[in-house]
């Protein structure tokens, strides 16, 4: 007998539904090799303001993380000799080689310097008749009702893809989207995936939210971009 517990987690948090067992990461990865250390690291923008929602991958792993609130994440490593991969919608890429005995920094070049927090963007100037998108607000956008609200959504709309769970696969979605001023969720589109039926699953049940409260600077309402994490887990009885 088998059961399946569908994970959505924002940054490095995991939400899971209330009935099922919440996984650890540790879980996860059940069925790749034992890291030999871990990496943490800071990641900012060239204002150096920390930048949260970076998709953060080690080359040739399947080991990802983003960065939390504060621009900080850990990630495990297979080899103490690793390149990471940053990604973030409105930065150019980085590639950085690391060792795990030095703690990291990086910063990220925005596409377009305006869309960087206190720039006149910031202050609801608006380019091409649009407003840009940043990657950071003084308040945040947010689900309504908060987290509580949103685990009662996903446990009540996530399904496992079929063909994954014929096959028996787990796998990890990472989902960008934008919250605009109004509060809807826009360009929604997949950072990384592992097919499977997994991607389009994540995307359903992203543009499936319903509208969020906006994130704000000076009081305004602003468009701001966000990442979430979205892992599918096959577990089976013994």
């Keep these: 007998m088998m059961f399946i517990t569908t994970l959505f987690m924002f940054g490095q948090v995991l939400m899971a539904r209330p ?15 034992t890291p030999a250390a871990t990496i943490s690291g800071h990641v900012v923008t060239d204002a150096e303001t920390p930048l949260p929602g970076v998709v953060v991958t080690v080359q040739g792993t399947p080991h990802v993380t983003s960065t939390n609130a504060t621009g900080d994440f850990l990630l495990p490593l297979t080899d103490t000799k690793s390149v990471l ?13 690391v ?53 009662k959504f996903v446990s009540q709309n996530a399904h496992y893809p079929e063909t ?13 989207f934008v919250v605009d001023e109004e509060g809807r969720i826009t ?22 939210m319903p509208w969020w409260n906006p994130g704000r600077v000076a ?18 009885r013994p």
């Design 19 to 33: 009935q099922l067992a919440l996984a650890h990461s540790a879980e996860t990865s059940a069925h790749v090799s």
């Design 85 to 97: 991969v940053f990604k973030c919608q409105g930065y150019r890429d980085q590639t950085v080689a």
């Design 164 to 176: 994954a769970l014929a096959k028996g696969l787990s796998g990890t979605v990472f989902v960008s």
């Design 99 to 151: 060792s795990a005995t030095q703690p990291l920094t990086v910063k990220m070049y925005a596409l377009s310097r305006a869309a960087t927090p206190g720039s006149s963007a910031a202050s609801g100037a608006e380019t091409g008749g649009k407003s840009e998108v940043l990657t950071y607000s003084e308040v945040p956008p947010t689900f309504p009702g908060g987290d509580a609200a949103y685990r």
């Design 187 to 208: 360009d929604a589109q997949v950072v990384r995936g592992c097919g499977n039926g997994f991607d389009e699953e994540a995307l359903r049940v992203i543009r499936l």
């Design 219 to 236: 009081g305004d309402a602003v468009r701001v971009s966000k990442t979430m994490a979205v892992p599918f887990v096959f577990r089976e």
